[in-house]
């Protein structure tokens, strides 16, 4: 009983930590490596989810949640870095670039 509110708790508290050391993290590994492993995190959360028991899900949510910062700060710093590259193509301003795949992320996340 209980279980899934636990889970809950584990993944957001970790993830609000996380989130304070998440801009190191991402300069250290990179932003692709940040997504990439982040993104693995979530398969091993979902995994957990299969297995519900509180062994599992509160060490898959701990683990969710140390990643999930690094991955929302990647995510933006991806697109940024990708824009500034791209914006000679694109025959535009970086910053206007960087506003247009910027735009297309927030977008996809709110899907």
Same mark, same amino acid.
């Given at each position: 009983?209980?279980?899934? =509110?636990?889970?809950?708790?584990? =993944?957001?508290?970790?993830?609000? #930590?996380? %989130?304070?050391?998440?801009? /190191?993290?991402?300069?250290?590994?990179?932003? !692709?490596?940040?997504?990439?492993? %982040?993104?693995?995190?979530?398969?091993?959360?979902?995994?957990?989810? @299969?297995?519900?028991? &509180?062994?599992? =899900?509160?060490?898959?949510?701990?683990?969710?949640?140390?990643?999930?910062? /690094?991955? &929302?700060?990647?995510?933006?710093?991806?697109?940024?870095?990708?824009?500034?590259? @791209?914006s000679a193509a694109l025959k535009e301003e /970086? !910053?206007?670039? #960087?506003?247009?795949?910027?735009?297309?992320?927030?977008?996809?996340?709110k899907l």
């Amino acid at each position: 009983q209980g279980l899934g =509110l636990a889970s809950n708790v584990a =993944l957001y508290a970790t993830f609000m #930590i996380a %989130g304070i050391f998440a801009s /190191p993290y991402v300069d250290l590994i990179g932003s !692709k490596l940040s997504l990439i492993s %982040g993104y693995f995190i979530f398969l091993v959360y979902t995994a957990c989810n @299969y297995y519900p028991s &509180w062994y599992a =899900l509160i060490s898959g949510s701990v683990l969710l949640g140390i990643f999930y910062g /690094p991955v &929302w700060v990647a995510i933006y710093a991806h697109a940024t870095v990708t824009a500034t590259t @791209y914006s000679a193509a694109l025959k535009e301003e /970086p !910053k206007n670039a #960087i506003a247009l795949f910027v735009a297309f992320v927030a977008a996809a996340t709110k899907l």
